[in-house]
């Protein structure tokens, strides 16, 4: 079998995106051009790499056998590229990161930085749930990943190099009610509002509860810190978020800072 560079890019391409236009998009080629591409790509394997069901791509054996194999060659060759660059005093090539939500608060802005320093540098940002990240990490897709919860199980290289502090929240047109000392015993009784299971965020204030012998009263599980603040500030309960998904002036976003943080 002899496939083409292009064909194993646009076919790892598919597979991450999972429809043929954004990987023909991605790729700078026409969809026309990405279907003919990966047809012939199939026609060289010998069995079916994909089904369409719904519009959504699935790959099927053959298909998720080649996309690890394409990634692997590919970031191999990513890496040769970037060590020729070096030899030849170049300082480019392409840093690819993967952040949970909480992380697109601040993230943008150090990227910023390197991006004045290093303009011939391209950079690919994806913001995820913590379970897609650590999904992305155990594939060895990016070059970075940053969460507040590295998985245990997985042999990384970490460093701390921010804070994260949990604050926990009110409605703002509740604040008198909320001024009282924070009890912890009466925060796990409120309503609560709170992340999704596994994510960062979650997995600390379990473990906040689990620590004190708490079992809290969850009201709501939302996938974003976005939709929390929304559902605290309407009145719905009390939750958690990170200070990073906070403005400048939590009121403003009608929030009310229920004194202490619970976690860095």
Request: glycine residues 8%; proline residues 5%; aromatic residues 6%.
């Amino acid at each position: 079998m002899n496939p083409s560079f292009r064909q194993l890019q646009l076919f790892l391409a598919l597979a991450e995106r999972g429809s043929v236009t954004e990987a023909a998009r991605v790729c700078g080629v026409t969809q026309p051009t990405a279907s003919m591409q990966l047809k012939d790509l199939a026609d060289t394997v010998g069995l079916p790499l994909f089904d369409v069901i719904g519009r959504r791509v699935h790959l099927t054996e053959a298909g998720r056998s080649l996309a690890e194999t394409a990634r692997v060659m590919l970031n191999e060759w990513s890496g040769f590229t970037q060590e020729i660059d070096g030899m030849r005093g170049l300082t480019r090539g392409r840093l690819s990161v993967a952040v949970v939500s909480t992380a697109k608060y601040f993230v943008p802005s150090l990227l910023a930085g390197f991006c004045r320093k290093y303009p011939d540098v391209d950079i690919a940002l994806e913001v995820l749930n913590r379970d897609g990240v650590v999904a992305r990490l155990r594939d060895n897709r990016d070059d970075l990943a940053i969460m507040s919860k590295p998985p245990e199980d997985l042999d990384t290289e970490e460093a701390r190099f921010l804070s994260n502090p949990l604050v926990p929240l009110a409605p703002l047109s509740e604040q008198e009610k909320y001024k009282k000392p924070l009890s912890l015993s009466d925060f796990a009784e409120d309503r609560l509002i709170l992340r999704e299971k596994g994510s960062g965020t979650r997995l600390s204030v379990d473990a906040l509860f689990s620590a004190a012998g708490l079992k809290p009263r969850i009201r709501l599980e939302l996938g974003s810190n976005e939709a929390i603040k929304q559902s605290i500030a309407g009145g719905m309960g009390v939750g958690v978020v990170s200070r990073h998904a906070l403005s400048s002036d939590p009121a403003s976003e009608g929030l009310y800072p229920r004194g202490r943080r619970l976690s860095d």
